[in-house]
């Protein structure tokens, strides 16, 4: 089953998908977006999904460190009724709680990126690769 993980945001949306047999995550691109203009990125989201031939959506969900829900909540639901509706395909959801804090750590000590210009260029892909990769591995206990 191959899943396109996404990290929303009010700009962008980043972009990850999982190997074919769902054990990993790797980027893919970061969509720009323009909620003013109703322009919410699904013509390239419709080339991902026929490019890797994709079985579902991971998108993350904002959450507030005490665990409520905010405005950030509720654009990231938003944005999954309309892949629901644009493709018929299961949207899945994960806690991503910290996941860009930790993209930044991992951009800066990981890959060596420490100018914070170029570390915005591929932040919401790490972001997006994040959540996927812990759903997928979080799913992949339940299993056991």
């Keep these: 089953m191959r899943l396109l993980g996404l990290d929303v945001g009010s700009k962008t949306v980043g972009v990850a998908v999982s190997d074919p047999l769902g054990i990993t995550a790797q980027e893919v691109e970061t969509i720009p977006i323009d909620e003013t203009k109703m322009n ?8 991902l999904v026929r490019k890797f031939e ?7 969900l904002p959450k507030k460190m005490d665990g409520s ?7 990231s639901k938003d944005y999954g009724e309309r892949l629901k509706e644009k493709f018929s395909l299961p949207v899945y959801y994960e806690d991503e709680r910290l996941t860009t804090k930790v993209a930044d750590r991992v951009l800066v000590q990981e890959a060596g990126i ?3 210009i170029e570390r915005k260029k591929v932040i919401d892909q790490m972001a997006a690769v994040l959540i996927l990769q812990n759903y997928l591995e979080r799913t992949r206990k339940d299993k056991k």
């Excluded at 829900?69 to 654009?75: A, E, L, Y």
């Design 114 to 116: 420490h100018d914070r």
């Design 69 to 75: 829900s905010g405005d950030s909540v509720q654009r």
């Design 40 to 47: 919410f990125g699904m013509k390239q989201i419709r080339k």
């Design 54 to 60: 994709i079985d579902g959506f991971v998108l993350g």
